[in-house]
């Protein structure tokens, strides 16, 4: 008797594009547990804290008067802060500053890092959000008072200006800022990779990436063809809403996980991904579309892009036949097609199709006609029917 085969990793098959500066190896492994084939092209580069002068003349300037709060937003941040201080020799008279004032902290890793400082224990938001940080302050008071709010590798307009409008005085700690990538190769090549469909999905792990991203497409005059890729074939994941909103100003959709953590956004991405991968029951198994490859009958198997490319296109239309002229279209405009395609092409992508496969009866040849998959509607209900499809209750 044949043991069961084990099932393949869920990101088998899948190619993803990882836009994060910091955490990119950590978030990559991840990724790479579950199977998938990742392409690292950094967005955004972090400045040096050691070597940032903003940064050093906002901390000049907290120490050189009262501190009546301290918003801290993130603890490899606030942390940050704290080390290059000591290191430019301020760190003792910073560390008696802020335990003068009252701190508060956005969310546990925040807190953690203002406890690990030896400062007075923060408050924060069961939420993790800068908003109820911001309502809290604003319900105590801030009229004359001197706030320093540790920024997240971003400005927080919002948050200032609410701030500055209520009578405060805000000092802007500009903790690992971002600028444009050194080399912005890497990231134009997944720019081409996205809008011609090649990656499957990208991930955010930082407003300034997805931002950063935006503007290198538009720099290479290829804005609109990602814009069109990111809300069809190309599924993007975003590690929270702060993360999101570069995106939403440009009607692009995302997966976004409850928690804001690199394992729940990969699991976040799988679940995403698998939603829109068709599964068909196909000559007594099943057949799953997975990126550059099908799972059928449990087993993963690559298949090369132009077979790939007629697959997708029986599969909108299971068990009926797709004409060889609507095929030869497919292959045209496919990524590397050309207008020289003509049914001859299509029957040799259709016998490396077969071969990949592994089984010839799982597409058939109608005579004169064209190709249809063996599609078998009365095996179990397909879990994907229709190709592309949204996972109920997903938050796009």
């Known amino acids: 008797m044949t043991p069961p085969r084990d099932p393949p990793p869920p990101l088998a098959g899948y190619t993803v594009g990882v836009t994060a500066a910091r955490r990119a190896e950590e978030l990559g492994a991840l990724l790479e547990r579950r199977g998938a084939q990742v392409v690292h092209a950094p967005a955004i580069r972090i400045v040096p804290l050691a070597d940032d002068a903003d940064l050093v003349a906002a901390t000049r300037r907290c120490l050189s008067g009262r501190l009546d709060a301290v918003v801290a937003t993130t603890g490899i941040g606030f942390r940050g802060w704290v080390e290059a201080a000591d290191g430019w020799g301020l760190g003792d008279r910073l560390i008696d500053r802020l335990r003068g004032a009252r701190l508060l902290a956005r969310g546990p890793k925040a807190r953690g890092a203002v406890r690990a400082a030896g400062l007075p224990d923060a408050w924060s938001p069961a939420s993790e959000s800068s908003g109820e940080v911001l309502a809290r302050l604003l319900a105590e008071g801030v009229a004359g008072a001197r706030i320093a709010v540790q920024l997240h590798g971003q400005p927080l307009p919002h948050f200032v200006d609410a701030l500055r409008g209520a009578g405060a005085e805000v000092i802007e700690i500009p903790v690992y800022r971002w600028t444009r990538p050194v080399d912005v190769e890497p990231l134009r090549r997944l720019v081409t990779l996205a809008c011609a469909g090649e990656v499957d999905a990208l991930t955010f792990t930082s407003a300034p990436a997805a931002a950063s991203t935006l503007s290198t497409a538009a720099e290479m005059g290829r804005q609109r063809d990602l814009l069109a890729a990111l809300r069809g074939r190309v599924l993007v994941a975003c590690v929270g809403p702060v993360t999101r909103a570069p995106l939403e100003d440009h009607d692009v959709p995302a997966v976004m996980p409850e928690r804001y953590r690199l394992g729940a956004l990969v699991r976040e991405l799988a679940d995403g991904l ?64 050309s207008q020289d395609i003509d049914e001859h092409a299509v029957e040799t992508a259709m016998t490396r199709l077969r071969a990949a496969l592994g089984r010839a009866d799982v597409i058939q040849t ?11 509607p009365l095996q179990d209900a397909p879990r994907c029917p229709g190709g592309a499809a949204e996972r109920p209750g997903a938050r796009r």
Not at 309 to 328: D, I
Not at 366 to 376: C, E, P, Q, T
């Open 274 to 337: 698998a939603a829109r991968s068709p599964r068909l029951p196909v000559a007594g198994t099943e057949l799953w579309l997975r990126g550059r490859a099908v799972v059928l009958g449990g087993a993963l198997r690559p298949v090369p892009p132009s077979a790939m490319c007629l697959l997708r296109v029986l599969a909108r239309r299971p068990g009926r036949v797709v004409p060889r002229g609507e095929l030869v279209d497919a292959l045209r405009t496919a990524p590397g097609g």
């Open 366 to 376: 109608v005579i004169k006609r064209g190709y249809r998959l063996s599609y078998d």
